[in-house]
C-alpha cells in the first residue's frame, strides 16, 4: 500500500523495480484500477492511497525516489529489495 499522508503530492519513481516484477495492477482506495504491463513511476495525490499488486521476479536492489522537484534532496529516496 502506498500512502500519502503529507501536505504534497509525490512520486514513487522505480523504473528498474518496476521491470524486476510482475504487475498485476495498481489499484486506488476509491476511483478504480489500472493493469499495465509495467510502470515507470506511480504519483500519489495529497490524501491519496493506492495498492500495487505483484509478483517478485527478479531479485536485486533498485531505487525508488520522487522527481518532484528537491523533493529527492530532501531525502525521498530510498531502496527497495526482492530477496
Ligand atoms: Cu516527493
Request: charged letters at 35%; hydrophobic letters at 35%.
Amino acid at each position: 500500500m502506498l500512502k500519502n499522508h503529507g501536505k504534497k503530492k509525490h512520486y514513487f519513481t522505480a523504473e528498474d523495480f518496476y521491470k524486476a516484477i510482475a504487475t498485476r495492477k495498481v489499484q486506488s482506495n476509491r476511483d478504480g484500477e489500472i493493469k499495465a504491463p509495467y510502470f515507470i513511476a506511480i504519483e500519489l495525490m495529497v490524501g491519496g492511497q493506492l495498492d500495487l499488486y505483484f509478483v517478485p521476479v527478479k531479485r536485486g536492489e533498485y531505487e525508488v525516489f520522487c522527481t518532484i522537484k528537491d523533493h529527492r534532496e530532501e531525502g525521498m529516496e530510498g531502496k527497495l529489495v526482492i530477496r
